[in-house]
């Protein structure tokens, strides 16, 4: 026995439970059908002159149906005589070349024969001015050439700032389609002052580029489009802090205040920017966001296979496995790290030889009065906490919650 094994042999592991969270949880059925409405809603297409070439900018993040919302956006685009074509918007992602992100576009369903329209990549930007601080504004040259553009995001909470405005259009505009140079000014000045500047870039983006209309979505506690809506151009400013409030009322949670030990057995770019999503974790890498649960101790046991290696959120982890270690490409999520100088999440848990000794490890040192009875939650990942297991401890605290129904007995704890 070695002597990691040693200090964790009287720490044992609690029996769980697994119980169904019930979210409300609005949902489109004919997304084709509500991409159309909410373009003739907000009436944008008349803003398409027959053979325009019109940019779509679609991003990196695994939005709910975006195969459908740029196919049906680009048939929109056909049917007032224009000529639409895709470009990534998605800042560095992609390693940061034009081939890269035409590939995290096609593991999104995104590709040319799925969407009907040719797909331009470049890194290469235009310069559109600059802020009175200095801090550039950049735009994907294929999309400042074009006649017209067209931004598909999703609104959510950011995982690092707050303000009336966190991800979605206008953030898209800034630094989705500002490329690896776009995102990299956005971020020089820290997080701190991102509510502000993603704001005062979009305006400026506004008057130099022929952005024309975006279309957001809105999804519900089950990743799956609650809301879609067209908004035009000159409208964003006025029109995303509601919807972002809307957003924020649809997001998931975790129904437990108080977690002494959080086990997440997968993070991915594929599953949150954050690998796992801090407004579900309550684990945030800057001081400028907050909210979710209170956690003393989060276990990380696996990588998703789409985030291919980049383990970006590991430093946000307290401990985790040599086989996560093992399966970690560093510069990927260093990449990502150097781009929005967040340092924290790319930083070493505790690396422990077992799934078992990494959780043992954190309820050792959650500082629970009595580690017998150690509050404990177990999620497959941040965007699935519908069905998820918790301690016996929490048991009574499930009970008495309307938003939660009991699955199972108290089982032994499964790992691999």
Not at 218 to 232: F, G, M, S
Not at 247 to 275: H, N, T
Not at 394 to 416: H, R
């Amino acid at each position: 026995m070695n002597i990691i094994s040693e200090l964790l042999q009287e720490i044992s592991l609690p029996k769980m439970v697994k119980i169904k969270q019930n979210f409300a949880a609005p949902e489109l059925q004919d997304i084709s059908g509500e991409v159309h409405k909410a373009i003739r809603d907000a009436d944008v297409l008349s803003r398409v002159s027959p053979g325009d070439r019109v940019a779509i900018a679609v991003g990196s993040r695994g939005v709910a149906g975006i195969p459908i919302l740029a196919r049906e956006t680009v048939s929109a685009i056909k049917s007032a005589g224009g000529e639409p074509f895709i470009v990534p918007a998605m800042g560095s992602h992609g390693g940061a070349t034009a081939e890269g992100q035409i590939d995290v576009l096609a593991q999104l369903g995104v590709t040319e024969e799925a969407v009907g329209a040719p797909i331009r990549s470049t890194m290469e930007v235009v310069k559109l001015g600059e802020l009175p601080n200095g801090l550039p504004i950049y735009i994907d040259k294929y999309a400042y050439e074009a006649d017209k553009i067209v931004v598909i995001n999703r609104i959510k909470p950011h995982t690092a700032f707050r303000g009336p405005v966190e991800s979605g259009l206008m953030k898209m505009i800034t630094i989705g389609l500002g490329k690896q140079k776009g995102a990299e000014a956005a971020h020089a000045f820290s997080f701190k002052y991102m509510a502000e500047h993603v704001v005062e870039m979009t305006k400026i983006t506004l008057e130099k580029a022929p952005i024309i209309f975006g279309l957001a979505s809105l999804e519900n506690a089950y990743d799956r489009p609650a809301k879609i809506v067209a908004v035009p151009a000159e409208k964003m400013e006025e029109l995303e802090p509601a919807l972002l409030l809307e957003a924020k009322s649809l997001m998931p949670k975790i129904y437990f205040d108080s977690i002494d030990v959080l086990i997440v057995d997968e993070i991915g770019k594929d599953i949150s920017g954050d690998g796992m999503d801090p407004n579900i974790t309550g684990r945030f890498a800057t001081p400028y966001a907050s909210g979710g649960p209170e956690v003393t101790r989060i276990v990380v046991l696996g990588l998703t296979e789409k985030t291919h290696g980049n383990a970006n959120g590991i430093g946000m982890a307290d401990m985790t496995t040599k086989a996560v270690m093992n399966e970690i490409v560093w510069e990927k999520g260093y990449a990502n790290a150097l781009t929005s100088t967040v340092t924290s999440v790319i930083k070493l848990p505790m690396v422990l030889e077992t799934e078992e000794l990494a959780i043992k490890a954190a309820i050792k040192t959650c500082n629970a009065f009595n580690l017998e009875q150690a509050k404990i939650v177990r999620i497959k990942n941040t965007l699935e906490v519908g069905e998820i297991w918790i301690s016996e401890s929490l048991l009574n605290q499930a009970k008495e919650k309307e938003e939660v129904e009991i699955l199972s007995e108290p089982l032994e704890l499964i790992l691999s």
